[in-house]
């Protein structure tokens, strides 16, 4: 492959994903979490919070605009948790604080979600984050990000689903499935054409210890991959045919911790052929997510797959010639006109964020946009 001149099939892309993307969350400027925690210490009202919170994002889009990036979000700047927030917005789901925390590989996540009663999405959950998104893009595209709605059940799974409300989990399964088409519907008819759900516990089914995990508290972990799949299908049916619904896998991302750890292949063959997705921004930075071996499951065709080579959880930055000849492996077993670059996950999937900072962070969305320029010819 050559490093300056792509062929003729693999040019920069008119729609998305583009060759250079990201996966979405963004380094809190300082000026936020200083207003952030006065908010919570009850020492500045919504209002003030609001403004602050528009005028970083503002400064967010322009900066991904300068740099050359197709598609641009919010950086999830109005939110704490990349999932929670949005979730607990359904009727029926709640945030609360566990004796028994979430244990990452070398931090603990102190809130969960349970759910109280029937699921039912009766208001709208975030469509004001991506309508101040879209009205303020100039040459990007608006990219709303969400979790993938696996992410009521995986964390506490049936002890966590009240039984009065659920006491079987089909109901549970099906009115998910509603709920979540009824936000997709709202983000649809607000204008948004390029839609993003965050699926960690998918790659999770990757891992011997988070499989044992769901087993040794009596989940019936055996068809869970179809059944979330089946669930997905069912919160993306109905969507526009110009909304591109891409899916990020990753194996947890807390203050540059991890959880899970496996390859893709266990998963991969209903992952790309049975759910109804556009394209896949997959966590390929370490040797945790195993080869490329999986993407020779990726229908020949329309499908992308990102692939996130840079990592988002360390400020150091890869080479060009590194990545490219990550790429040019990938292309062995998917055609590079199905490829783009991106960091594998986002850089603060929690308003903490990673152990980076905000240049190191510019800089490797800059180094995406530069190899991709010279790998496909643009971006």
């Known amino acids: 492959m050559s490093a300056s001149i792509a062929p003729p099939a693999a040019r920069a892309r008119t729609s998305p994903p583009f060759r250079a993307d990201h996966v979405g969350s963004l380094l809190r400027p300082p000026r936020l979490a200083e207003a952030r925690a006065a908010h919570k210490a009850g020492r500045l009202d919504d209002a003030a919070l609001r403004s602050v919170e528009d005028d970083c994002i503002i400064a967010a889009i322009a900066q991904q605009e300068a740099i050359g990036l197709r598609a641009a979000t919010d950086g999830e700047y109005r939110r704490a948790y990349w999932h929670y927030d949005f979730v607990a917005g359904l009727d029926g789901v709640q945030i609360y604080e566990p004796e028994q925390k979430v244990a990452f590989k070398g931090a603990i996540l102190p809130h969960a979600l349970r759910v109280t009663g029937p699921i039912r999405y009766t208001h709208p959950i975030m469509l ?69 759900l ?38 993306i049916a109905g969507r526009p045919a110009d909304m591109t619904i891409s899916m990020h896998l990753c194996r947890g991302n807390f203050r540059s911790t991890w959880v899970a750890s496996g390859g ?82 986002g ?33």
């Open 198 to 235: 965050d699926e960690v516990y998918i790659a999770y089914l990757c891992d011997p210890e988070q499989i044992a995990g769901l087993v040794a508290r009596g989940e019936h972990a055996e068809g869970l991959l179809d059944r979330y799949a089946a669930l997905i299908n069912h919160a």
């Open 128 to 196: 004001d984050h991506y309508r101040f998104l879209a009205g303020h893009v100039k040459t990007a595209v608006a990219k709303q990000t969400i979790p993938s709605p696996s992410v009521v059940h995986f964390r506490g799974g049936r002890d966590a689903i009240d039984r009065a409300a659920y006491p079987d989990l089909d109901r549970f399964f099906a009115d998910l499935g509603v709920a979540y088409r009824g936000a997709i519907g709202d983000f649809a008819a607000a204008g948004c054409r390029y839609l993003q």
């Open 264 to 345: 893709y292949e266990p998963v991969a063959e209903t992952l790309f052929n049975k759910i109804d997705a556009d394209a896949y921004f997959m966590e390929y930075d370490s040797d945790r997510a195993g080869g490329f071996e999986p993407l020779r499951f990726v229908p020949r065709g329309n499908k992308i797959v990102v692939l996130g080579l840079v990592t988002s959880k360390t400020g150091a930055l890869e080479s060009k010639d590194e990545l490219k000849r990550r790429i040019d492996a990938a292309s062995k077993y998917l055609p590079l006109e199905q490829l783009a670059l991106s960091p594998q996950c």
């Open 347 to 379: 850089f603060a999937s929690t308003e903490e964020g990673n152990t980076l900072s905000e240049a190191q962070q510019w800089d490797k969305l800059r180094l995406c946009v530069e190899v991709a320029q010279e790998v496909w010819g643009g971006v």
